[in-house]
Every structure is written in C-alpha cells, then in structure tokens.
T-cell receptor, first 117, second 115 residues
C-alpha cells in the first residue's frame, strides 16, 4: 500500500480563488511528520508547511494552511487567494517514527496545479 | 549562504560508465539523503546518512553507493550506469531533529541521462 496518496494528478484554479490539494497517508506509527513541498517548472524543491502528528492545531504559513484530519489520515494543503506563481507541482511527504534513522521522507506522486488568469 | 550544493547540474553518460554526483552542505546538518525523481513517481529515497561515517539504504539503492566521511559532503556514486538510472537526482539535508526544523533543504538537482 502506498504510504502517501495524492489522488489529483492535475488541478486548475482561477486566480484569486482558494484551492485544496488532497493528501492521505498510511502509517501505524504514533509519531510522524507531514510536509508539503512545491516544485515550480524550474525544478527546485521549496518547503511550504509542516504538521507534526502531536500538533493540536492546523499548521499555517502565510497563504498556505494544512487541513490535518488525524482520524481520517488526511493532510490536505489549502492555498488561499491563488496567484499565477502558484502554478507548480505540489508534493505531500511523510516522516515516520522518531529518533536517528527516521528522518527520511516518503513522497507522494504529486499534483500539478495550474492557475488560470 | 550556499545551503545544499549539487554538481554537476547536467550529465550524459554511456551505459557502463561510472560517475560521482557531488553534494555539499554548509549548514552543519547531521542528516543527508539522496532522492531520484522520475515522471509520475514522485521522489524516491536512494540512500541516507544520519551522520559522518553512518549510511543506510533507502527504497531504491541498487546500482548506487554512498559514503559520508565528513559532515559536509555526501557523494553518490553510480557504479556502472544503466539507462534505468536516467533521472533527476536531488540531494537533501536537515538538522535531524523532529519538529519543524526537520524539514529537508534540497539542492538544485542533477539531470542525468544514460544512453
């Protein structure tokens, strides 16, 4: 079974609208971390937001927020007020476990977001 | 403030050739890793290291070797290149502590083609 599932290969959103990118995860470990990265067409990987499994509140970073639903094992990324520069691939990733040896991330296959003017 | 530096940015190899992808970070990160990115596959972990002298295999280690003689450097060696190793390779590092500071810092990537 895939540990990270991103079911939307591609999405379109109108400029200035909000958009939600889906991510579900699979782990039996009580300690884990969830990440979202953005990859523009230039290829670099840009960290957006982090949510720890023990965090009580949903993470927010500027226009990005993470809708963390622990019981449903989902960690959806919400981008508010989309901009043309948000057009990119978006990857959800997870770290499982704790301690040395657990810091590697497992990535989903990504969602390509296109913002329409 | 260089961050994670990868070289080269592009490389073309012939089947059977060997080469080393270089990765260096100047943030004193304990944790370093190599990923490959293939279309429709996301990023997959090749090898990782939790500190100098310590390395371990990831999801797709076959055909690759790593070593970590210093905190700063984590080279990836292709022993005998195969067309299946055509990919974009990313080196990444982190502080190796849980929480927001565990986020990975990525290099700019190496696009490798094996003919």
């Amino acid at each position: 079974a895939q540990k990270i599932t991103q079911t939307q290969p591609g999405m379109f959103v109108q400029e200035k609208e909000a958009v939600t990118l889906d991510c579900t995860y699979d782990t039996s470990d009580p300690s884990y971390g969830l990440f979202w990265y953005k990859q523009p067409s230039s290829g670099e990987m840009i960290f957006l937001i982090y949510q720890g499994s023990y965090d009580q509140q949903n993470a927010t970073e500027g226009r990005y927020s993470l809708n963390f639903q622990k019981a449903r094992k989902s960690a959806n990324l919400v981008i508010s007020a989309s901009q043309l520069g948000d057009s990119a691939m978006y990857f959800c990733a997870m770290r499982e476990g704790s301690g040395a040896g657990s810091y590697q991330l497992t990535f989903g296959k990504g969602t390509k977001l296109s913002v329409i003017p | 403030n260089a961050g994670v530096t990868q070289t080269p940015k592009f490389q073309v190899l012939k089947t059977g050739q060997s080469m080393t992808l270089q990765c260096a970070q100047d943030m004193n990160h304990e944790y370093m890793s190599w990923y490959r990115q293939d279309p429709g596959m996301g990023l997959r972990l090749i090898h990782y290291s939790v500190g100098a002298g310590i390395t371990d295999q990831g999801e797709v280690p076959n055909g690759y070797n790593v070593s970590r003689s210093t905190t700063e450097d984590f080279p990836l060696r292709l022993l005998s290149a195969a067309p299946s190793q055509t990919s974009v390779y990313f080196c990444a590092s982190s502080y190796g502590v849980e929480g927001v500071h565990e986020k990975l810092f990525f290099g700019s990537g190496t696009q490798l083609s094996v003919l």
